[in-house]
T-cell receptor, first 116, second 111 residues
Framework: NAGVTQTPKFQVLKTGQSMTLQCAQDMNHEYMSWYRQDPGMGLRLIHYSVGAGITDQGEVPNGYNVSRSTTEDFPLRLLSAAPSQTSVYFC???????????????FGPGTRLTVL | EDQVTQSPEALRLQEGESSSLNCSYTVSGLRGLFWYRQDPGKGPEFLFTLYSAGEEKEKERLKATLTKKESFLHITAPKPEDSATYLCAVGIRNRDDKIIFGKGTRLHILP
């Protein structure tokens, strides 16, 4: 099992450019999510998905777009990059809550994005 | 408003010096509370999930406890390899999709 993989590891963009952060998991998890982590802010949920074809907004969705065409992949698109989107982005996945119990959430290694 | 607060922000301990990290929460209804460990440059790594007041879980030198308003992560006789940022998060009742993270406690164990 590769677990949760993210590409690229590092990226520098200019303001206004668009790009896609890739996330894939090989554990057949239904739930996938994207977080951003900023100094002093903790992890904040951007978008999440509970299965192929189903996505929803988290706490800070503006400026980001997602889709879930397969169980394995959950790409995050930056439509027009802004300096405020400079951050570390983490993708995570888990099984859905079963019998009232959460399942362990696995995180990817992160993508460090700088927007100039 | 749902909120998770961790304290202290940073903690330096000597090797072998036991201590506790705090996670206090204000949520509409607690579904579960999580502890993660995060090493520099890496993604968070799951440690524990707690569901109800009075529950305790242990893993090596770590023990997590839960009350109705807060959770503690007790570290007994820590070693330098326990140095990391420890994150607390809560799941909200009736919102299986909503998990709120605290800002974390940076723990540094001096040899």
């Amino acid at each position: 099992n590769a677990g949760v993989t993210q590409t690229p590891k590092f990226q520098v963009l200019k303001t206004g450019q668009s790009m896609t952060l890739q996330c894939a998991q090989d554990m057949n998890h239904e739930y996938m999510s994207w977080y951003r982590q900023d100094p002093g802010m903790g992890l904040r949920l951007i978008h999440y998905s509970v299965g192929a074809g189903i996505t929803d907004q988290g706490e800070v969705p503006n400026g980001y777009n997602v889709s879930r065409s397969t169980t394995e992949d959950f790409p995050l698109r930056l439509l027009s990059a802004a300096p405020s989107q400079t951050s570390v982005y983490f993708c995570a996945s888990s099984y859905l809550v079963t019998s009232g119990a959460y399942n362990e959430q696995f995180f990817g290694p992160g993508t460090r994005l700088t927007v100039l | 408003e749902d909120q998770v607060t961790q304290s202290p922000e940073a903690l330096r301990l000597q090797e072998g010096e036991s201590s506790s990290l705090n996670c206090s929460y204000t949520v509409s209804g607690l579904r579960g509370l999580f502890w993660y460990r995060q090493d520099p440059g890496k993604g968070p790594e799951f440690l524990f999930t707690l569901y109800s007041a009075g529950e305790e879980k242990e893993k090596e030198r770590l023990k997590a406890t839960l009350t109705k308003k807060e959770s503690f992560l007790h570290i007994t006789a820590p070693k330098p390899e326990d140095s990391a940022t420890y994150l607390c998060a809560v799941g909200i009742r009736n919102r299986d999709d909503k998990i709120i993270f605290g800002k974390g406690t940076r723990l540094h164990i001096l040899p």
